[in-house]
């Protein structure tokens, strides 16, 4: 059976697995999914022992089933800056790089693990996850241009535009896809200036459906909040996590959200806390069932629309 490679489909997961996989070559079963598909453990619970790497995925989120796999004799090398939950797995056969400080990301916890081997894609996933004081500072010392670096964020932004989706249907590639496609490159750079297919089709798709996003409606607007509604339409799905990201960076003292309809008349709900203070999305999105995330960045699978309200209300007092 081969090892196993499980990782969050959006920037910072993938430019994560393109970093160990360029550092350490092997041929590995990819498992992934939207980048809100997050117990992605569960998938490959399995008795006979297996090496897996889990990148950027929440242990809170799969304790049990890390757990089964540890007890089954597999080996877990486990790298994420999620909530983790209020321990972690005391095993020989589990080894953690965890870090839930809200400047950095899965990528940058593997770039330092490989001494900055492929810098350029760890700073690339940083601008993906809206690092972006982060990520300049990385590319000012790296002696990059501005020219280079702005190239590096579109990359990031347009990695992470495409893990957004409520199915796989949703998006323009399947996240284990775009990694076969831009793992042949070690210096993102290089794949920037070829230019391939894969990179062009993502590249207008963000820009068509950011533009939709901006234009949307606002469906609440406080002192310290701004929330956005989209429609239940697979663009609106594609753009919420990045619009989020945008419009926190137009408004960097307020809480900005994203609320976009389903199709059981539910809601699926991106937050990003204040630029200016990083902190608080996750305690606000683990408030409602199906919430979680990190202190910059969280969301909720499933919002009912009987608290539509209540969301609102939390999300302009917390803040405050």
């Known amino acids: 059976m081969k090892d196993i490679d499980l990782f969050n489909g959006d920037a910072d997961g993938i430019c994560a ?18 980048k809100r598909d997050v117990a992605l453990v569960e998938r490959v ?22 757990d089964e796999l540890l007890a089954a004799g597999s080996r877990v090398f486990y790298v994420d800056h999620h909530f983790p939950g209020d321990s972690l ?3 020989p056969n589990f080894e953690a790089l965890i870090d839930t ?31 972006n004081a982060v990520a300049q500072e990385l590319a000012s010392r790296a002696g990059l241009s501005s020219s280079q670096a702005e190239a590096l ?3 990031g932004i347009c990695m992470n535009y495409n893990g957004y989706g409520s ?45 939709k996003g901006l234009a949307a409606p606002i469906l609440n607007a406080t002192a310290t909040s701004l929330v956005i509604r989209l429609p239940n339409e697979p663009w609106a799905r594609r753009v ?13 003292d307020k809480a900005c ?38 202190k910059a960045a969280a969301g909720i699978n499933e919002l009912p629309s009987s608290r539509l309200d209540e969301f609102l209300t939390l999300l302009a007092e917390f803040w405050s």
């Open 257 to 294: 959200a994203i609320v976009t309809e389903t199709e059981g008349g539910s809601y699926l709900v991106s937050i990003r806390a204040p630029l200016n203070n990083r902190t608080g999305a996750d305690e606000v999105a683990r408030q409602f069932a199906t919430g979680g995330g990190r």
């Open 167 to 211: 199915t796989l249907e949703d998006l323009h590639f399947h996240p284990a896809d775009l990694y076969r496609e831009f793992v042949k490159y070690s210096d993102p750079l290089d794949l920037i200036a070829s230019e391939p297919e894969a990179w062009r089709e993502l590249r207008a798709g963000y820009t068509e459906d950011m533009a």
């Open 101 to 131: 400080q809200p400047n950095t990301c899965t990528s940058l916890l593997v770039d330092h693990y490989l001494g900055g081997r492929f810098h350029n894609w760890a700073i690339a996933a940083a601008f993906g996850d809206n690092l």
């Open 89 to 91: 797995p005391d095993h």
């Open 17 to 34: 697995l393109i970093q160990l996989r360029l550092a350490d070559p092997a041929e590995t079963e990819l498992v992934t999914g939207v």
């Open 153 to 155: 964020k579109m990359l």
């Open 45 to 66: 619970v399995s008795l006979k022992p297996r090496h897996i790497v889990v990148l950027d995925v929440s242990l809170d989120k799969n304790r049990f089933a890390v």
């Open 240 to 252: 919420s996590g990045v619009l989020g990201n945008e419009l926190t960076n137009r408004h960097p």
